[in-house]
């Protein structure tokens, strides 16, 4: 294995190169440490070498430890896994320490060889924490380069002495954003913010790097120096204490407490700071282990970042030549339509943009400019890139502009004739090898695609709004959906950045699915006077981004109605949610539709700011003397999700319970600490969610009542991640 090579030049300086072969970034793993470990021992016992610089032999510096590694720590621990996690850490924390102090006499911090960090681009996670223990960190000022740790973002913290390291450095303010938020920088941001010291020309990144370690610095670290104190102070210091309380009130604000890894982090640098340095370390070993042990990290990794990954590869791509778009044709200028034409065109995909009218082709159109000139804004894109990317976008009535697309996606209203009259239009002037997509929430692809000339080549696409900020897309199959179309929407979906699920074609597919009950359940809630505010906060506690009544007032009141009234056309006596549209009817007669008409459930200023829930809603509604426990409200909008998952799961509208899980989480927001429905599921263990739903089913309906796979998976103990391991090989 050569993860690191090093050689010393002729100049005494020993050059550590990072460079993880058949990989494009380099990744920490478990065998990697040792070797790192041998080379650090070996330059610092070798009188001929003056100083060591740790570089990298790609263009970037390191994409971090092996999220691989990092979900399957626990589990390769041994016996007693805690203990195991604990000690492998502070091996780790060894090899760092090591470099940190380089060989120094520990009680008068004489001698030792100076460490510089040589970073060529991108430096996250591992990749920024083993620099943090060299004396001196040398970034080459490459704009596109990332430099942070963002390891909160996927259910963890930065547990290689990052968290210590980079709030002692910083101080506990400083520091938050990169810790908390997972902020990432430019070389020069990361200079500005104090993270690295120096940004040079990349031409002469190793050069700088190796003149300062053969200056003769001074490398005794702050923290190592008698006298040391916190910038901007520690806990018990009056400017530290009300920092720390600030950070406290801004963590369980955002999270409300759902989310273990911030509130781990927060109280590692709380503790961290009122200790000497090396027992910090320990304290931050401990909550990394306290965080690693709690299954919603590994949930959280395995969904947000493998199985995630491995869709965006094409995990279930059908076996097909590239299909790459070359020309896509949008129809209907929109919100939607625009918002598809924004990001193809960013992609550099060439678009033509349809409209009944040129003035709503325009308008269309105009979306990515507004998004573009507030780019410039913040110097996030130049004039130069805003002229190339409409010079892409062809804003026209003129159906004869498709010649040439070989993908269409219609994004018109939502109306079946509407859709099939298009589809006739478009396929009169493109040619037989076109791939068609509709982009539709709710009508059926298989019914859509009997106005196509040829239903294999014909397939929906459901884009999230706003398109250009949510990250997934869900792609549905028809009953003759062929796999040249499903590989063309996928290929589409890699090309454009978001990541993709690929589902059956049945009602609602599989994201609204599940949310419809999330909103449903809330709304029965009021009927039956449980106090508005508990139902939102309930779901806020779960994770969720939010509640089901402000969810219904941003997807809009009449959207509700317009579902409802097609879906219990469609089911007959088999309706459901009665209950439900009482309360939604009700609203909508009082024109009261949503952030839309600024009224809805909540109330809303001359600004559109929500003020609060409307208190109109429990003068009609009243709430009842008695209210449920918290966790019967959080169960039922937990359950009413997750049961939906599952009898997806069955019915094969979901082929994968990966896309299950990543779908949930990037498509609704599902409580992403749980990792998704199905993880969530393994969480608590099959036995009990069904012992949970047959309680569920007997208070309050046959909704609840448990799906026959969850039953079976229960008698016989199953996890989905077990039993379905064949279809989730990636994770």
């Given at each position: 294995?050569t993860?690191?090579?090093?050689?010393?030049?002729?100049?005494?300086?020993?050059?550590?190169?990072?460079?993880?072969?058949?990989k494009?970034?380099?990744?920490?793993?478990l065998?990697a440490w040792?070797l790192?470990?041998?080379l650090?021992?070996?330059?610092?016992?070798?009188?001929?070498?003056?100083g060591?610089?740790?570089?990298?032999g790609?263009?970037?510096?390191?994409?971090?430890?092996?999220l691989n590694?990092?979900?399957?720590?626990?589990e390769?621990?041994?016996?007693?896994p805690a203990?195991?996690?604990?000690?492998?850490?502070?091996?780790?924390?060894?090899?760092?320490?090591?470099?940190?102090?380089a060989?120094?006499?520990?009680?008068?911090?004489?001698?030792?060889?100076?460490?510089?960090?040589a970073l060529p681009?991108t430096?996250?996670?591992?990749?920024?924490?083993?620099?943090?223990a060299?004396?001196r960190?040398?970034?080459?000022?490459?704009?596109?380069a990332?430099?942070?740790l963002?390891?909160?973002m996927?259910?963890i913290?930065?547990?290689?002495g990052?968290?210590t390291r980079?709030?002692?450095?910083?101080?506990?303010?400083?520091?938050?954003?990169?810790?908390?938020?997972?902020?990432?920088?430019?070389?020069?941001k990361?200079?500005?913010?104090g993270?690295?010291?120096e940004?040079?020309?990349?031409?002469?990144l190793?050069a700088?790097?190796?003149?300062?370690?053969?200056s003769?610095?001074?490398?005794?670290k702050?923290?190592?120096e008698k006298?040391?104190?916190?910038p901007?102070?520690?806990?018990?210091h009056?400017?530290?204490?009300?920092?720390?309380?600030?950070?406290?009130?801004?963590?369980?604000?955002k999270?409300?407490?759902?989310?273990?890894?911030?509130?781990a982090?927060?109280?590692?640098?709380?503790?961290?700071a009122?200790?000497?340095?090396?027992?910090?370390?320990?304290?931050?070993?401990?909550?990394?282990t306290?965080?690693l042990?709690?299954?919603?990290?590994?949930?959280?990794i395995?969904?947000?970042?493998?199985?995630?990954?491995?869709?965006?590869?094409?995990?279930n791509?059908?076996?097909?030549?590239?299909?790459?778009?070359q020309?896509?044709?949008?129809?209907?200028?929109?919100?939607?339509g625009?918002?598809?034409?924004?990001?193809?065109?960013?992609?550099?995909?060439?678009?033509v943009?349809?409209d009944?009218?040129?003035?709503?082709?325009?308008?269309?159109?105009?979306?990515?400019?507004?998004?573009l000139?507030?780019?410039?804004?913040?110097k996030k894109?130049?004039p130069e890139?805003?002229?190339?990317?409409?010079?892409?976008?062809?804003?026209?009535?003129?159906y004869?502009?498709l010649a040439?697309?070989d993908?269409?996606?219609?994004?018109?209203?939502?109306?079946?004739?509407?859709?099939a009259e298009?589809?006739?239009?478009?396929?009169a002037?493109?040619?037989?090898?076109c791939?068609?997509?509709?982009?539709?929430?709710?009508?059926?692809?298989?019914?859509?695609?009997?106005?196509s000339?040829?239903?294999?080549k014909?397939?929906?696409?459901?884009?999230?709004?706003?398109?250009?900020?949510?990250?997934?897309?869900?792609?549905?199959?028809g009953?003759?959906t062929?796999d040249v179309?499903?590989?063309?929407?996928?290929?589409?979906?890699?090309?454009?950045?978001?990541?993709?699920i690929?589902?059956?074609?049945?009602?609602?597919?599989?994201a609204n699915?599940?949310?419809?009950?999330?909103i449903?359940?809330?709304?029965?809630?009021?009927?039956?006077?449980?106090e508005?505010?508990l139902?939102?906060?309930?779901?806020?506690?779960?994770?969720?981004?939010?509640g089901?009544l402000?969810?219904?007032?941003?997807?809009?009141?009449?959207?509700?109605?317009?579902i409802?009234k097609a879906?219990?056309?469609a089911?007959g006596d088999?309706y459901?949610?009665?209950e439900?549209?009482?309360?939604?009817f009700?609203?909508?007669?009082?024109k009261?539709?949503?952030?839309?008409?600024?009224s809805?459930?909540?109330?809303?200023?001359?600004?559109?700011?929500r003020?609060g829930?409307?208190?109109?809603?429990?003068?009609?509604?009243?709430?009842?003397d008695?209210?449920?426990?918290l966790?019967?409200v959080q169960?039922?909008?937990?359950f009413?999700?997750?049961l939906?998952?599952?009898?997806a799961?069955?019915?094969?509208?979901l082929?994968?319970?990966?896309?299950?899980?990543?779908?949930?989480?990037?498509?609704?927001?599902?409580a992403?600490?749980?990792?998704?429905?199905?993880?969530w599921?393994?969480?608590?263990?099959?036995?009990?969610?069904?012992?949970?739903?047959?309680?569920l089913?007997?208070e309050?309906?046959?909704r609840?009542?448990?799906?026959?796979l969850?039953?079976e998976?229960?008698?016989?103990?199953?996890?989905f991640y077990?039993?379905?391991?064949?279809?989730?090989?990636?994770?």
């Open positions: 294995m993860d690191f090579t090093m050689k010393t030049d002729t100049d005494g300086v020993a050059v550590i190169t990072w460079d993880v072969q058949g494009s970034m380099n990744v920490m793993t065998e040792p790192l470990d041998g650090i021992d070996e330059a610092l016992a070798d009188d001929a070498v003056k060591i610089v740790i570089t990298s790609k263009d970037t510096f390191a994409g971090g430890m092996d590694v990092i979900a399957k720590m626990k390769s621990a041994g016996d007693n203990k195991g996690l604990f000690d492998g850490l502070m091996e780790s924390h060894a090899i760092l320490r090591k470099i940190e102090r060989g120094m006499d520990p009680k008068t911090n004489k001698g030792g060889k100076p460490i510089a960090a681009g430096a996250l996670g591992i990749g920024l924490e083993i620099p943090l060299c004396h960190i040398f970034a080459a000022d490459n704009p596109k990332k430099i942070g963002p390891e909160i996927v259910g913290f930065p547990g290689m990052g968290t980079l709030s002692r450095k910083l101080g506990a303010m400083g520091a938050s954003p990169l810790l908390l938020e997972g902020k990432l920088n430019d070389p020069q990361a200079k500005a913010a993270v690295v010291d940004v040079v020309p990349a031409d002469e190793l700088a790097a190796k003149a300062w370690v053969l003769g610095p001074a490398i005794v702050p923290w190592d006298g040391y104190k916190m901007g102070g520690t806990p018990y009056p400017a530290g204490f009300m920092t720390f309380v600030g950070a406290s009130a801004m963590v369980n604000g999270t409300q407490g759902a989310f273990p890894a911030a509130k982090l927060l109280s590692a640098v709380y503790e961290g009122l200790v000497p340095f090396d027992t910090a370390l320990k304290i931050e070993a401990r909550w990394f306290n965080v042990m709690n299954p919603s990290s590994s949930a959280m395995r969904s947000l970042f493998i199985n995630k990954e491995a869709l965006e590869k094409g995990a791509r059908p076996v097909v030549a590239d299909q790459k778009v020309k896509v044709g949008v129809i209907g200028a929109g919100m939607m625009a918002g598809i034409a924004l990001v193809s065109a960013l992609a550099g995909i060439q678009v943009l349809i009944s009218t040129q003035e709503a082709a325009d308008k269309g159109k105009a979306y990515t400019t507004a998004h000139d507030k780019g410039i804004a913040r894109t130049t890139k805003k002229d190339a990317v409409l010079g892409l976008i062809n804003a026209t009535t003129d004869a502009a040439g697309c993908l269409i996606v219609e994004a018109v209203f939502e109306d079946v004739g509407v859709k298009v589809t006739k239009k478009v396929q002037v493109v040619g037989p090898d791939i068609f997509a509709t982009n539709t929430s709710t009508l059926p692809i298989t019914e859509l695609a009997k106005a000339n040829d239903a294999d014909f397939i929906g696409i459901h884009f999230f709004s706003p398109v250009d900020k949510m990250l997934l897309v869900e792609i549905i199959k009953k003759q062929g179309a499903v590989a063309k929407a996928l290929d589409f979906v890699r090309q454009i950045r978001k990541t993709p690929v589902v059956n074609d049945e009602r609602f597919f599989y699915r599940c949310i419809i009950p999330y449903n359940e809330g709304i029965r809630m009021v009927k039956e006077g449980v508005p505010a139902i939102e906060n309930a779901a806020k506690l779960l994770g969720m981004p939010l089901p402000q969810l219904v007032d941003e997807t809009s009141v009449d959207l509700g109605v317009k409802a879906t219990r056309a089911m088999d459901p949610d009665g439900v549209d009482e309360v939604l009700w609203m909508f007669d009082q009261r539709l949503g952030r839309k008409s600024n809805g459930f909540y109330s809303y200023d001359d600004k559109g700011k003020t829930l409307w208190e109109g809603l429990t003068a009609q509604y009243p709430v009842a008695d209210q449920p426990e966790t019967t169960h039922r909008l937990m009413a999700q997750v939906e998952a599952v009898r799961l069955e019915e094969n509208v082929e994968d319970i990966r896309e299950g899980d990543v779908g949930a989480i990037l498509g609704w927001g599902f992403p600490w749980s990792g998704g429905p199905f993880s599921l393994d969480i608590i263990g099959a036995p009990y969610a069904a012992e949970r739903c047959d309680q089913t007997a309050f309906g046959a609840f009542t448990t799906p026959a969850l039953r998976m229960a008698d016989k103990n199953q996890e077990k039993r379905f391991a064949a279809a989730a090989k990636a994770a």
